[in-house]
């Protein structure tokens, strides 16, 4: 299985630009059929899935953030980034890269996870 790992800064000023990337182990993230998303959990909310790429290079985007958010990879580092711009105190959470062999938004069928990064947004 799998092992991710997120990594970027915890706290961001409103109105940056937010990076994190996700560096995955015991696997390549070209591999056939996997699907790498974000999925954030600001307190005392759900899970919100953001976003993924996929194996293939395919995005896939979450209506709701679409217009904030930038997902890429790097195939010879074997990461993918999640950049989501404009931030607000909002954005507040956790964010975690994960992994699964389909194609879905739903955060709870995600079966590799990432330990999540605490992000901030504060001035």
């Known amino acids: 299985q799998v092992q991710l790992q997120e990594s970027g800064p915890g706290l961001v000023k409103p109105s940056q630009t937010l990076s994190l990337t996700c560096t995955v182990s015991?696997?390549?993230?070209?591999?056939?059929?996997?699907?790498w998303s974000w999925i954030r959990q600001a307190p005392g909310k759900g899970l919100e899935w953001m976003g993924a790429i996929a194996y293939s290079g395919s995005l896939y985007d979450s209506p709701s953030l679409k217009s904030r958010t930038s997902i890429s990879r790097d195939t010879a580092k074997n990461q993918f980034t999640l950049q989501l711009s404009s931030v607000t105190p909002e954005d507040t959470a956790v964010y975690y890269c994960?992994?699964?062999?389909?194609?879905?938004?739903?955060?709870?069928?995600?079966?590799?996870w990432g330990p999540g990064t605490q992000v901030t947004v504060s001035s």
């Open positions: 015991g696997g390549s993230i070209t591999t056939n059929y996997y699907y």
């Open positions: 994960a992994s699964i062999v389909i194609c879905t938004t739903s955060p709870l069928d995600f079966d590799s």
